[in-house]
């Protein structure tokens, strides 16, 4: 063979091979973009099914509890909703049984505004509504949806924060709120349970720092969605002496930082002064122009502090005091303290608002 046809078959092979390798790299970022696409489609397609899933349950229980409500008799309701549940069982399977309908009746009975279960169906699920169900009030219910939401939590997530009365202990802490909180509401709780720490019974403070900072994503989820770490044992220097603050946050829905500080006994007043201190410095050296004041929070081990807290009005300034747990109570006790302490924090703010009254009312009349 001549070299010249040599070189044109050398050229036409390295050619052919080019091109093979050229469709398989066209072949393969092909398969990705489409798998991509794939993969979106299918979570909306599922995001549809799951949503109309929602709203066809929510219309049958509105439409049971309606023709109840036109009889206007019990045994007609029991009744009639055992029928209608063979029925449909038979023809459209297991989904459709006696306990079944009653989840829609309630679903329907609690949620009965149309236009906020077409807005929550669009990113909750049945599974999502059916845990939800069991809560007592609308607060509530709406709270966990919109947790639920905000952080994207599948419905093992969102039974856990029920279990742990994450809304019961947002708002204990919201009662120490007054009309011109620097603190928006819902952005601590009270108590805070460190369980997740695995913390001994006895413990320094340096032992707790140094178990927030190996679990700091437990730490963190404790607090809420939308906190990141920043510093810890962040240094000032005032009037020439070092001072340092504990564990300084940053709440990125808040445009806030936000300081924590740990303290292994009961509520001392002095603590405010110093967290008063750590505010102002880091409001005048620390805060960037886009973001609002600095806020704070003491962590205290011992609980017996609320009084003193709603008399000192810290809120005004932007500070919070909260309990925190190391050790999680057995269930049933941690919820019968959990309503103990919500309990008395709601009668001393009643207290606290009967008193304002009197004193406008006494005003007034002046």
């Known amino acids: 063979m001549s070299n010249k046809s040599s070189k044109v078959k050398n050229e036409l092979i390295n050619g052919t091979a080019q091109n093979g390798m050229l469709i398989t790299a066209g072949s393969d970022a092909l398969f990705k973009k489409i798998s991509i696409l794939i993969e979106q489609n299918r979570r909306k397609i599922y995001a549809h099914a799951s949503g109309e899933t929602v709203m066809l349950f929510w219309e049958i229980g509105r439409h049971i509890n309606f023709e109840i409500l036109e009889n206007k008799r019990a045994d007609y309701g029991k009744q009639i909703v055992v029928s209608l549940s063979r029925q449909l069982a038979e023809k459209y399977g297991r989904s459709f049984e006696e306990k079944n309908l009653r989840r829609m009746m309630q679903f329907a009975e609690q949620f009965f ?3 906020i279960i077409v807005s929550l169906s669009r990113q909750l ?5 059916l845990a939800l169900i069991p809560l007592k009030s609308n607060e509530a219910k709406m709270f966990y949806a919109h947790e639920a939401i905000k952080g994207l939590l599948g419905v093992r997530d969102l039974r856990k924060i029920i279990s742990r009365k994450a809304y019961e202990r947002k708002e204990i802490a919201d009662t120490q709120l007054t009309a011109d909180s620097k603190i928006p509401p819902g952005t601590f709780r009270d108590p805070y349970l460190f369980d997740v720490l695995g913390i001994k019974d006895e413990y320094l403070e340096a032992d707790l720092e140094e178990a927030i900072l190996r679990e700091l994503e ?16 962040k240094r000032m220097i005032i ?6 603050l504990d564990l300084l946050l940053y709440n990125r829905y808040l445009r806030r930082l936000v ?3 740990l303290k292994l006994g009961e509520f001392d007043i002095a603590y405010s002064a110093q967290m008063k201190l750590y505010l102002k410095w880091l409001n005048r050296y620390e805060r960037q122009e886009y973001e609002k004041e600095p806020i704070g929070i003491i962590l205290c081990a011992g609980g017996n502090h609320r009084e003193k807290i709603e008399l000192l009005e810290m809120d005004k300034d932007g500070i919070m005091v909260a309990e925190y747990w190391t050790t999680m109570p057995p269930k049933k006790d941690f919820e019968q303290k959990i309503q103990t302490i919500l309990a008395e924090t709601r009668e001393r703010m009643a207290q ?8 406008a009312d006494e005003a007034d009349s002046k």
């Not at 437990?218 to 044992?233: M, P, S, T, W, Y």
């Open 113 to 115: 505004d149309r236009e």
């Open 125 to 129: 699920s049945w599974s999502h509504f």
């Open 218 to 233: 437990k730490f963190i989820l404790e607090f809420g969605k939308g906190f990141a770490f920043v510093e810890r044992q």
């Open 239 to 244: 009037d020439g002496n070092d001072h340092r």
């Open 259 to 261: 300081v924590v500080e």
């Open 352 to 359: 606290r608002n009967l008193l304002l009254i009197g004193e």
